[in-house]
């Protein structure tokens, strides 16, 4: 039904431009939350090369809690404040890990990952989920997927 092909080749900036493009495409009109994450967790995995797990958590009574994804299975619950998806929950604020195995806390749900990229996804400047992204290489990520996966979470807000 949707057939999007990244080019590979193509600068970065362009690839997550043309993955905000797809994003908005995806959820416009849909309303059910968890279809729309899983959309954009498979859209995320199809755009974003070198990546292990890339999905969200959502915001649940003071606890992230798993929601779609793609990946190995991970862990279910999260107490903000913990690992880099609950300080970037906690403090509103994306966190970008270089080197995860530096960072306090962190909770390894798959041992491959060695970077990781997490995002909060705000509404009424509420935090209301977070994307994930690990990868298995180290400091994977640069500003160009910050503000790629940024963009993603706007798209994303409003179709939680
Ligand atoms: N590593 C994350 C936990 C989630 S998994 O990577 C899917 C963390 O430290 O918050």
Redesign the pocket.
Known sequence: MYDFSPDPDRPKTEIYAELASAAAAIVDGERDGVANMANLAALIWQFVPSLN?A?F?RVIENE?V?GP?I?KP??IR?PLG???????AAEGTTQCVED?HA?P??????AA?RS?L?VPVLSDGKVIAVI?L?SPDLARFDDDDVSGIEALARIASAAL
Do not use: K, M, T
């Open positions: 797990w999905g958590y992230l798993l994804f990946g991970a862990c999260i913990q690992g880099v998806c609950g300080a970037a995860v960072f806390g962190h909770i390894a749900c798959d990952s990781e997490v994930d690990d």
